[in-house]
């Protein structure tokens, strides 16, 4: 009988080990700068091709190879990083598996040329589909040149897995920030289809490195921090919690100079800001820590971003007490934000929602939304109540009960309603009872309003007279510029400022109250999204949503009658709006049938 196990030929072997390192072009960059910081380069030149798709070249000024370590370096296994067993419980390099270069050179057309210092003439080595060509002679500067064109030309399967070109760009600048911040001595310039889309100078120190890449902005109201544990220490900016933002992206955590993703310090982080942020805000946080190589574990995972410490509770420990203990020193109350109210006016929720809507919806009475032309004629008038009949439920002045008649067109509601625990509003209806979660239909209510603006005021933008300066990321920036003629469209004008800044220069009428920096945020936030499109009427309904959720009335908020009453006739002339814009439901119907059977009323 046949053997049925055989040894894999190296060509497949190294496909199989590329789809676990090599995933996208960001991959493939991720390996070759990591490649020239061990080779202790202090400049690197970048260019990218088709969001590197169709190239990744990255020059460094490191030490360079010799002619026979050129022609190892594209073996399965081989590196100059480790020599035994026990080098790979302390490993203090960022590559060591020895499958990097092997992995790409198996999917790709690559060509490195690398020269020593002590060399008159360097080396050139070509691999396509990994069939490698040379060593041969050649000239070139000190250092090592790898360029790696048509990745996956030969597997067009994983070929088609590839994003956009936008996508697979910003990636590759997000895989280039994780890389540069914990390295301040090192320069880069990154090139996009020939155009310079990031250029970072040596900096002296990490405030100076957070500053080049995130904008100077961002890195002012940082604090630093500093503590040790015997071989433990940390080194930290982390932001205020005026700071806080709605997602993770500017919260980056660092091991022995290496990028991780691990849950308990990322719990760490959080606990520690506990009562400072709201739950579903996370801080801004750049956190370096370094440990003993020994005490750590980076072989969980090919791409080295898993690690496991031999004492994580010390280490969860360290994070916790150093952050808290910064915040705490700082001692900053978290400021307000708000619109420009009049000279002496007290700033109150009612107040802010009342100019908000008053600028959104100027064609209508204040908190009172416009009228639909064609719409039924539904009129909620709030009437006096003798004190006997107001409710006195136990709930700490939590209710109060209302009689509201409405006309014939009332979609089966009698139009008396009672606030329960300032968040529900309960209206009695022919049927029985409904049930009304008064932000979800707020929430919907601006929703709607602010789409319909959208669509009337197309081309209308106001221009600021004063441009506001947004500080973002490399990756951030880059995925926001490229679609700046589609936000042009909608009456968003963005321009590069600098570094990595954005300037924003009008905004579109609907969204003249929203701050421009929370804009772009969520802007670029809805471009993150994976497959996300940026059509005109998606970016609005995305942007829409994001407004009325911040605008809308919130639980324990306690409304007035007429705004009650407000709400409840939109809600009747709308009788489909029956989600908020996230999809959570607007209102809960209990019918008399099911009443009385709770009340064993009927048999």
Request: proline share 6%; hydrophobic share 40%; glycine share 8%.
């Amino acid at each position: 009988m046949a053997s049925l196990i055989r040894v894999l030929p190296e060509e497949i072997a190294n496909r199989i080990a590329a789809g676990e390192v090599i995933e996208r072009p960001a991959a493939v960059l991720k390996e070759l700068v990591e490649n020239a910081f061990d080779a202790d380069a202090t400049h690197l030149e970048i260019d990218l091709e088709a969001g590197g798709t169709r190239l990744v070249r990255v020059r460094d000024d490191g030490h360079g190879m010799s002619t026979d370590d050129l022609a190892l370096c594209v073996q399965s296994h081989a590196t100059s990083k480790i020599a035994s067993i026990d080098d790979l419980f302390r490993v203090a390099s960022f590559g060591f598996r020895g499958e990097a270069l092997p992995s790409i050179a198996s999917v790709s057309e690559t060509t490195i040329l690398s020269r020593r210092a002590e060399d008159e003439v360097g080396a050139r080595l070509q691999c396509r589909g990994g069939e490698i060509e040379g060593p041969v002679p050649a000239g070139g500067p000190v250092g090592t040149t790898v360029e790696v064109r048509n990745l996956f030309f030969n597997v067009p399967a994983r070929r088609k897995f590839l994003k956009a070109e936008r996508t697979e760009l910003s990636q590759a600048l997000e895989v280039v920030t994780r890389l540069l911040l914990p390295e301040p001595d090192v320069g880069v310039r990154v090139s996009h289809n020939g155009k310079r889309v990031l250029e970072i100078a040596p900096d002296r120190d990490l405030r100076g490195r957070v500053g080049a890449l995130f904008g100077r902005r961002l890195v002012e109201p940082l604090l630093e921090t500093e503590v040790q544990d015997g071989d433990i220490s940390m080194h930290a900016l982390i932001g205020p919690p005026s700071l806080a933002r709605t997602n993770t992206r500017q919260q980056y955590l660092f091991l022995n100079g290496r990028y991780i993703k691990d849950r308990s310090l990322s719990f760490a982080i959080k606990d520690a800001y506990r009562g400072l942020i709201m739950p579903k805000e996370h801080p801004v946080t750049f956190l370096f820590i370094q440990v003993n190589p020994g005490d750590v574990d980076v072989n969980v995972h090919p791409t080295k971003t898993e690690v496991r410490f031999r004492d994580k509770d010390r280490v969860f420990g360290l994070v916790r007490r150093g952050v808290r203990a910064r915040l705490l020193e700082d001692g900053a109350d978290r400021p307000l934000k708000m619109g420009s109210q009049q000279a002496g006016a007290p700033a109150t929720r009612a107040t802010m929602l009342a100019d908000l809507e008053r600028e959104l919806f100027s064609d209508s009475p204040t908190g009172s939304p416009a009228r639909e032309a064609d719409g039924p004629s539904v009129t909620f008038v709030p009437t006096a109540v003798p004190d006997d009949q107001v409710s006195t439920n136990p709930c700490k002045g939590h209710a109060r009960a209302r009689p509201v008649p409405l006309t014939e067109a009332d979609a089966g509601m009698s139009g008396r309603f009672i606030q329960i625990h300032r968040s529900y509003i309960v209206v009695e209806s022919s049927e029985g009872l409904r049930i009304v979660d008064q932000h979800a239909l707020h929430e919907r209510r601006l929703y709607e309003e602010l789409l319909r603006r959208f669509e009337s005021a197309e081309g209308e933008d106001q221009r600021l007279l004063v441009p506001e300066v947004v500080d973002l990321g490399a990756a951030d920036q880059a995925l926001l510029l490229d679609k700046s003629d589609d936000l042009k469209a909608l009456g968003i004008e963005v321009e590069p400022f600098g570094g990595t800044s954005v300037c924003v220069q009008s905004v579109p009428l609907a969204l003249s109250r929203l701050s421009p920096e929370d804009l772009v945020l969520g802007l670029v936030a809805t471009l993150q999204e994976e497959g996300a499109k940026l059509d005109r009427r998606e970016l609005c309904s995305e942007v829409a949503a994001g407004l009325a959720c911040r605008a809308a009335v919130k639980f324990n908020d306690s409304l007035p009658d007429d705004e009650i009453a407000a709400l409840l006739a939109w809600s009747a002339r709308n009788p489909d709006a029956r989600n908020c814009p996230h999809g959570r439901p607007v209102a809960v119907s209990v019918d008399l049938r099911e009443l009385e059977n709770q009340f064993q009323r009927k048999k």
